[in-house]
């Protein structure tokens, strides 16, 4: 049982660094895109 518990708190560690890793991307890309759209006169 220790074991496996174990194993469940790294992989929700890894998935967590996961997400943020991902979330931090979509921001940016998020950002780049506004910072794009409001340079560019409509």
Same mark, same amino acid.
């Given at each position: 049982?220790?074991?496996i518990n174990l194993?469940?708190? %790294?992989s929700n560690k890894e998935l967590a660094c996961l997400i943020r890793a991902a979330g931090s991307h979509v921001n940016q890309a998020i950002v780049r895109y506004a910072m794009a759209n409001s340079? %560019?006169?409509r």
């Open positions: 049982m220790p074991k194993n469940v708190s %790294t340079a %560019t006169p």
